[in-house]
């Protein structure tokens, strides 16, 4: 969930790189990776929560 925030925060501000980042480790779920897109979620991404319906 932290990763879409950090993409959808970016694209709000106009920039598009983050979320084309993002959907190009979407489209690869199994390849390694060494950045950050293989962390822990920073602290504030530990509290976000998300619902189906908003």
């Known amino acids: 969930n ?5 993409a ?4 709000e501000q ?3 790189a983050e979320l084309h980042r993002l959907h190009e480790v ?3 779920p ?4 060494d950045d950050d ?3 822990r979620p920073p602290e504030w991404g ?3 929560e ?5």
Do not use: E
Not at 30 to 33: A, E, G, H, N, W
Not at 50 to 54: A, F, K, R, T
């Open 14 to 16: 106009g920039d598009m």
């Open 2 to 6: 932290w990763l879409a925030q950090r």
């Open 37 to 39: 897109y293989a962390s």
């Open 30 to 33: 199994f390849t390694d990776r």
């Open 50 to 54: 998300v619902s189906c319906s908003s």
């Open 26 to 28: 979407l489209r690869q």
């Open 46 to 48: 530990k509290r976000l």
């Open 8 to 11: 959808i925060d970016a694209a």
